[in-house]
C-alpha cells in the first residue's frame, strides 16, 4: 500500500522556520523524484519544489527561493523542506508528491497534506 505522510506542520510566527517532513512507503521511493506543493485558501495548488532521484537536481519557485530548500534521504525514505523567513502569505496546506523518475512527469502519488499557518 503505497503512503506519503506529512509532518511538521504548525503556527509559526513571520520570519520563524518549519521543516517539514514526507515519509514514503510501498513503493521504491529512490526511484521516484519528489515535490512539496501547497494550496492556500481560495486558490489552486502551486508547485514549492521539486527534488531529482539522487538529490543532485533541485528546483524552486521564485516566491520561495533562498527560504526554502527541499532535501531528501533515500535511506529513510523521506523527504523535506525546511522553510526559513516564513510570511503571512506563506500560509497553506503542504502537500507531497511522487513523479516517476523526473519532476517533469505527473504525480503518480500524493500526501494528504499538513497545515503550515504564518501568523502574529
Known amino acids: 500500500q503505497v503512503q506519503l505522510v506529512e509532518s511538521g506542520g504548525g503556527l509559526v510566527q513571520p520570519g520563524g522556520s518549519l521543516r517539514l517532513s514526507c515519509a514514503a512507503s510501498?513503493?521504491?521511493?529512490?526511484?521516484?523524484?519528489m515535490s512539496w506543493y501547497r494550496q492556500a485558501p481560495g486558490k489552486e495548488r502551486e508547485l514549492v519544489a521539486s527534488?531529482?532521484?539522487?538529490?543532485?537536481?533541485?528546483n524552486y519557485a521564485d516566491s520561495v527561493e533562498g527560504r526554502f530548500t527541499i532535501s531528501r534521504d533515500n535511506s529513510k525514505n523521506t523527504v523535506y523542506l525546511q522553510m526559513n523567513s516564513l510570511k503571512p502569505e506563506d500560509t497553506a496546506v503542504y502537500f507531497c508528491?511522487?513523479?516517476?523518475?523526473?519532476?517533469?512527469?505527473?504525480?503518480?502519488?500524493w500526501g494528504q497534506g499538513t497545515q503550515v499557518t504564518v501568523s502574529l
Open positions: 508528491g511522487a513523479h516517476p523518475a523526473t519532476w517533469s512527469r505527473p504525480i503518480n502519488y
Open positions: 527534488i531529482s532521484t539522487s538529490g543532485a537536481g533541485r
Open positions: 510501498g513503493f521504491t521511493f529512490s526511484n521516484y523524484a
